[in-house]
């Protein structure tokens, strides 16, 4: 090969022959960044704007599509909220599931990191397999359980109470918290263990002192996960609760701002807003914690 061939070669940049992207372009960083960027962030934002530009309009904006635009409000308005808030049992009804949801997602996670924590570091015959029938359990639709469910829940007494979702929200929170657990001790090294043992640390000492702390961003994602379902939960709520003051957002919205063929939009989308705001702070304030368990526990 002439040397003359060897020149018309095109020349490649360090960055290029390494493969890292050049990001200094500016067509090229609109194209591959900031429009898949501008994509996703319209996809998930748009369903919240929809929601907040619907509570605030009047009827009649509402209701007239041919000479008002649907993406935009003319004459805001504060009486679809102030209907939510002030004549609905809206306040009572974000009561009940904040008291529902906090109270099932602690009763899960103690249940859940015990349950971990046995299969994972005890080591007994089959544990492998109890993990596994636990998953299995998680993924029982609770279209099939509700049934039995409630058969069970009106011989205990508990029928159209707040204490029966605190009670069977386990059912389905207790599986899955436990197999996002069990992964998560699995990446704590086991000599910080047995070096507290050495030391004279019993087991539960060892799990209280050693092993929570270094997963404490495990048991706030897998709290944070149990604490939505709850919030968000709506056949069991449907099912077991009949007193219209004693629902849980998502099925009082829904069966409380429906009368007949008449839906309240403008009430249901500020229901539902207001609704999502709770969740929303909770991620807010734990997203590191939250990163932090999808990326991995201590390492060696």
């Not at 996809?43 to 509570?55: E, K, N, S, V």
């Not at 359980?145 to 009106?154: G, H, Q, S, V």
């Not at 001790?185 to 043992?197: G, Q, R, V």
Request: hydrophobic fraction near 50%.
């Amino acid at each position: 090969m002439t040397d003359q061939t060897l020149s018309q070669r095109p020349h490649l940049t360090d960055k290029e022959s390494t493969g890292v992207i050049d990001w200094s372009s500016g067509p090229r960083r609109f194209i591959m960044l900031y429009l898949p960027l501008s994509i996703f962030v319209f996809i998930l934002l748009f369903p919240f704007y929809w929601m907040a530009i619907t509570a605030i309009k009047p009827n009649a904006e509402l209701l007239d599509y041919k000479n008002n635009n649907p993406f935009w409000v003319k004459s805001p308005t504060l009486e679809n909220i102030n209907k939510l808030l002030f004549h609905t049992d809206y306040p009572q009804w974000l009561w009940t599931t904040m008291m529902v949801a906090v109270v099932a997602t602690a009763l899960s996670l103690f249940a859940s990191v015990l349950a971990a924590y046995a299969i994972q570091r005890l080591k007994f015959r089959g544990s492998q397999y109890v993990g596994l029938a636990i998953y299995l359990a998680y993924l029982v639709p609770p279209s099939i359980l509700f049934i039995p469910m409630a058969t069970l829940i009106f011989q205990l007494g508990l029928f159209n109470s707040p204490m029966s979702l605190i009670l069977t929200y386990p059912t389905f929170l207790i599986p899955f918290c436990t197999w996002l657990l069990i992964g998560y001790f699995k990446s704590i090294p086991y000599e910080l263990e047995e070096c507290a043992m050495i030391d004279g640390a019993t087991r539960l000492q060892t799990l209280w002192k050693i092993t929570l702390p270094l997963a404490m961003p495990g048991l706030i994602s897998a709290g944070i996960f149990a604490f939505t379902l709850s919030w968000n939960e709506f056949i069991y709520a449907l099912a077991f609760i009949q007193s219209a003051e004693k629902k849980t957002v998502p099925v009082a919205v829904l069966t409380q701002l429906v009368e007949g063929d008449v839906y309240h939009w403008g009430s249901l989308m500020a229901g539902a807003l207001l609704g999502s705001i709770p969740v929303a702070i909770l991620y807010s304030f734990f997203v590191d914690y939250y990163v932090a368990s999808l990326t991995g526990a201590v390492k060696e």
